[in-house]
């Protein structure tokens, strides 16, 4: 697609390292960083974000191996670990000197006959264990399983071992995290006493390394929506600074009369004249329909104008009414981390759907 939309995203490289070198200020000098940048760069540009960063971090992340692919042809060089891969994927993944976790024993099973009927080498993956969040993992019962199989061959290496916290955000689940923590170390103490080499390890995501640094950094952590400004806390947050900006246009300003109405299913009826502003960014750029009907709201010119009626598919409409402002000027969707916490909030969501609701029609435009 060309870079005719004027419905843009701005991406401000600057900012991101300023929020790198922020988590990594709250880190030991030698603990590897990791950066995921799954979901399209949670919603931005996942290849510009990992060139810009290439030389800056130790590991890139992603959830489907399609996205390590795309990092791939994009000449990105940096290890990459693919955090859900399926059975059908792995040979892809060795082919794309890709890294799989693995989080199964009927996975590790596919792996190693792949690696016997392929004659594959040197294959590092990453062994995931579920310590709380149920979702993907091995549970410490498996580890048995998993050193007699990986012992009785060298092709196979596991590189790293690690798990997810589940609340690392909440401090009263402060008790459940350390539990977690102290699980991923007994998990750790037993495995690689039994292995041929020591693995490193790796639990903390954005917010772990704000509350937990000091009892689970280990050897790398995994740093993902912090780079784009939100710490998962008010006080962390404003430390930040803000990476993305949704940007538009005033594509038509209308005067809507006392008793006449606006938008599908006629959602908005005026009580007294008012002005109207239409915009062209809609549903399917990722408005959600919830935020219609005065529930969100943009800026022009500095000033707050509500979104009027329902969203639309490819537009919204904003009371202007108050704001001194012309068809062409520019509009701002999304204008900081705090806008963006405040509509999430406004739709009982969270800053992470917003951003990677973000269509791919949206321009993508890069700051220095």
């Known amino acids: 697609m060309g870079n005719n939309h004027v419905t843009s995203l701005e991406i401000d490289l600057n900012s991101i390292n300023h929020n790198l070198n922020y988590f990594k200020s709250k880190l030991k000098t030698d603990t590897k960083v990791l950066v995921v940048v799954k979901a399209f760069g949670y919603g931005s540009d996942a290849t510009q974000i990992a060139k810009f960063l290439e030389s800056k971090v130790d590991y890139f992340a992603v959830a489907y191996l399609d996205e390590g692919i795309a990092l791939r042809n994009a000449g990105i060089k940096t290890p990459i670990l693919v955090l859900h891969p399926q059975k059908s994927n792995l040979l892809k993944i060795y082919e794309y000197n890709l890294e799989p976790n693995i989080y199964s024993i009927s996975l590790l099973k596919s792996l190693l006959e792949l690696v016997k009927i392929k004659n594959l080498k040197k294959i590092p993956i990453h062994l995931k264990f579920n310590t709380g969040l149920n979702r993907l993992g091995f549970s410490k019962t498996n580890i048995s399983e998993i050193v007699t199989l990986i012992n009785c061959q060298t092709e196979v290496f596991i590189k790293s071992i690690f798990s997810h916290i589940a609340a690392s955000e909440d401090l009263n689940e402060?008790?459940?995290?350390?539990?977690?923590?102290?699980?991923?170390?007994?998990?750790?103490?037993?495995?690689?006493?039994?292995?041929?080499?020591?693995?490193?390890?790796?639990?903390?995501?954005?917010?772990?390394?704000?509350?937990?640094?000091?009892?689970?950094?280990?050897?790398?952590?995994?740093?993902?929506?912090?780079?784009?400004?939100?710490?998962?806390?008010?006080?962390?947050?404003?430390?930040?600074?803000?990476?993305?900006?949704?940007?538009?246009?005033?594509?038509?300003?209308?005067?809507?009369?006392?008793?006449?109405?606006?938008?599908?299913?006629?959602?908005?009826?005026?009580?007294?004249?008012?002005?109207?502003?239409?915009?062209?960014?809609?549903?399917?750029?990722?408005?959600?329909?919830?935020?219609?009907?005065?529930?969100?709201?943009?800026?022009?010119?500095?000033?707050?104008?509500?979104?009027?009626?329902?969203?639309?598919?490819?537009?919204?409409?904003?009371?202007?009414?108050?704001?001194?402002?012309n068809e062409g000027d520019e509009v701002i969707i999304y204008k900081t981390q705090e806008h963006i916490d405040h509509l999430a909030k406004a739709i009982n969501t969270i800053p992470y759907e917003l951003l990677t609701a973000i269509s791919q029609r949206v321009n993508r435009t890069f700051k220095l």
């Open 174 to 325: 402060r008790e459940f995290t350390l539990q977690q923590i102290n699980d991923f170390k007994s998990i750790d103490l037993e495995l690689t006493s039994q292995l041929n080499h020591k693995p490193f390890r790796h639990m903390l995501n954005t917010s772990g390394i704000i509350n937990y640094a000091n009892e689970a950094q280990f050897e790398m952590v995994r740093l993902g929506i912090g780079l784009f400004g939100f710490g998962n806390d008010v006080n962390e947050t404003k430390k930040l600074k803000n990476v993305l900006t949704l940007k538009s246009v005033i594509s038509q300003i209308h005067t809507i009369h006392k008793g006449e109405s606006l938008g599908y299913n006629r959602s908005f009826k005026a009580t007294s004249t008012i002005k109207s502003a239409t915009i062209p960014i809609g549903h399917a750029d990722g408005i959600s329909r919830q935020l219609g009907k005065g529930v969100g709201y943009v800026f022009i010119n500095n000033k707050k104008a509500p979104i009027l009626g329902n969203v639309c598919m490819d537009v919204i409409m904003v009371n202007i009414t108050d704001i001194d402002c």
